[in-house]
């Protein structure tokens, strides 16, 4: 049987055993985020974390803590909370920007996040890693991710410069202007996270072989919405753009 998980499209449907009749859906994996940031960071994982729970409710544990620590203090933090939780997290996301932080701090996370994955690996049974670790870095900053949800860009911006843009963007849509910390910005973009992905991905290729301090823009953002993204119940009322 196979354990990939369902199409986002099959979710909700009803998967009869023929001889049980009991209804079987597959389940998402348990995850963990840790960010740097304290307000913007956690209210848009906090809402991705609510969208998923009114399916899954008590299956997936996104557990975001808003660290506001530098980066290798922000994944010693990780470890520690997977060490002391008691839960076996398939998946531990560690998320920072890029701007906050210097360039050999930056990348060394997400060298600490490849060999910690390496080790638990070499340890495991048939090289079926218990808990993979990932760096979820945005440079400059998270407000790239949230921009790629309408436009494109490979241009090198400051943090201050992606807000205006940001709010271009939104009153477009008929949203208010872009603000740090508004608690509502999961569920306004949610619509155009196909998109956001596939730009997020396209930057990635353009920064193939290149540290995060010297990807600019790049965000790996992308990584973890593409992991969750069949698990995202959109809105009845929306309709999701491609």
């Not at 638990?120 to 945005?138: I, M």
């Not at 807000?163 to 740090?180: A, S, V």
Request: charged share 30%.
């Amino acid at each position: 049987m196979s354990l990939k998980p369902v199409k986002k499209s099959d979710l909700g449907k009803t998967w009869m055993n023929p001889r049980k009749g009991k209804r079987i859906l597959i389940q998402p994996e348990y995850h963990l985020i840790v960010t740097e940031g304290t307000k913007t960071e956690p209210n848009y994982f906090k809402a991705l974390q609510d969208n998923i729970h009114e399916k899954y409710k008590n299956r997936i544990r996104l557990e975001i803590h808003g660290e506001g620590n530098n980066t290798i203090s922000l994944f010693d933090r990780a470890i520690q909370i997977v060490r002391n939780s008691g839960i076996t997290y398939k998946h531990v996301w560690i998320v920072y920007d890029v701007d906050d932080f210097p360039a050999d701090k930056i990348n060394k996370t997400k060298e600490l996040c490849n060999n910690i994955t390496e080790e638990l690996s070499k340890k495991s049974e048939n090289n079926d890693v218990e808990t993979f670790y990932h760096a979820l870095w945005s440079n400059e900053c998270i407000e790239l991710w949230f921009l790629l949800h309408f436009d494109y860009l490979e241009s090198n911006l400051h943090r201050s410069e992606y807000y205006p843009k940001l709010t271009k963007c939104l009153l477009k849509i008929g949203q208010n202007e872009y603000k740090k910390n508004r608690n509502d910005i999961f569920t306004v973009l949610l619509p155009y996270l196909t998109t956001a992905i596939k730009n997020a991905k396209r930057l990635a290729n353009i920064n193939e072989g290149k540290t995060p301090a010297n990807s600019n823009p790049g965000t790996t953002v992308y990584e973890l919405l593409e992991k969750l993204e069949p698990y995202i119940t959109y809105p009845s009322d929306k309709i999701k753009k491609e």
